[in-house]
């Protein structure tokens, strides 16, 4: 199984080397110590789904969009449903936090989960952080690492 956290960012909207960035990576380089994990920026959601359309593998894609209206999970909620991906065989998770005027219903269409962290709106570079931490949190949880703890 591989993971990948997309974004969705104009050029004009792009930080450079923000300090988020820098956590996101961290978070990244980490779970890559459980399974291949990277960052991917895109365009825009059209670009986001045409790169997702030319992934080849023997599984489909998973995509699991980040929505402040999707579904809200605890830590180890996420981490069940992606241990039940992997466990599927899934090859290749992408987890996309989206574009600054939210997904598309034909984004939306494709998701095969909808997350939110809650019912907040937070800036795309902390979205970003968030999810890298909560995908290494996941990995650790599914790894039985002490990372977690129960909290």
């Known amino acids: 199984m591989k993971l990948v956290l997309?974004?969705?960012s104009t050029a004009r909207t792009r930080p450079k080397a923000a300090p988020a960035d820098v956590l996101s990576?961290?978070?990244l380089t980490?779970?890559?110590?459980?399974?291949?994990?990277e960052p991917?920026?895109?365009d825009?959601?059209?670009?986001?789904?045409?790169?997702?359309?030319?992934?080849?593998?023997?599984?489909t894609p998973a995509l699991i969009l980040c929505d402040s209206r999707g579904e809200q999970l605890t830590s180890e909620e996420l981490a069940a449903r992606l241990?039940?991906?992997?466990d599927a065989g899934t090859q290749l998770i992408v987890l996309a936090i989206g574009p600054a005027d939210g997904w598309?219903?034909?984004?939306?269409?494709?998701?095969?989960?909808?997350?939110?962290?809650?019912?907040i709106t937070l800036p795309h570079e902390?979205?970003?952080?968030?999810?890298a931490e909560q995908i290494y949190r996941a990995l650790t949880i599914l790894a039985g690492h002490p990372y977690h703890s129960g909290h």
Do not use: C, M
């Open 104 to 119: 598309t219903t034909v984004a939306r269409s494709r998701a095969t989960l909808i997350v939110a962290f809650g019912r």
């Open 83 to 86: 241990g039940r991906l992997r």
């Open 44 to 59: 825009s959601e059209v670009a986001l789904l045409t790169w997702l359309d030319r992934q080849s593998a023997r599984t």
């Open 30 to 37: 980490r779970s890559a110590r459980y399974t291949p994990s």
């Open 6 to 8: 997309a974004s969705i």
């Open 40 to 42: 991917k920026t895109f």
């Open 25 to 27: 990576t961290e978070y």
């Open 126 to 131: 902390l979205a970003r952080t968030v999810l």
